[in-house]
């Protein structure tokens, strides 16, 4: 059974940076894509960023471009989210999710499995 565990969220300044970790287990991952998703409050999920497991084809949302950088560990079995330069509006509560090919990365109902998420907030 696939279990992906984020952790790394925290509270920062605006301007800071933080690194989200996704620990993924239960299987290969051989040609799956790893997605980062986050939900403010009152708000829908939305896409962050993807990556390729075996390629590393990496795409991000425009919010992100330039600030955020999603990577991949096959040794450890986990996937990275740096976030630097954050905003208040980069606050949110961020997951980890998964599913076996990597067209349409960006659509969250199409992931087979998630985390539990991991807070975020950016104070001003």
């Known amino acids: 059974q696939v279990q992906l565990v984020e952790s790394g969220g925290g509270l920062v300044q605006a301007g800071g940076s933080l690194r989200l970790s996704c620990a993924a287990s239960?299987?290969?991952?051989?040609?799956?894509?790893f997605g980062w998703f986050r939900q403010a409050p009152g708000k829908e999920r939305e896409f962050v960023a993807a990556i390729g497991w075996s390629g590393g084809s990496t795409n991000y949302a425009d919010s992100v471009k330039g600030r955020f950088t999603v990577s991949r560990d096959g040794a450890k079995n986990t996937v990275y989210l740096q976030m630097n330069s954050l905003k208040p509006e980069d606050t949110a509560v961020y997951y980890c999710?998964?599913?076996?090919?990597?067209?349409?990365?960006?659509?969250?109902?199409?992931?087979?499995?998630w985390g539990q998420g991991t807070q975020v907030t950016v104070s001003s």
């Open positions: 999710a998964t599913k076996p090919y990597y067209t349409d990365y960006d659509v969250k109902a199409l992931y087979h499995y």
């Open positions: 239960g299987r290969p991952f051989s040609g799956y894509v």
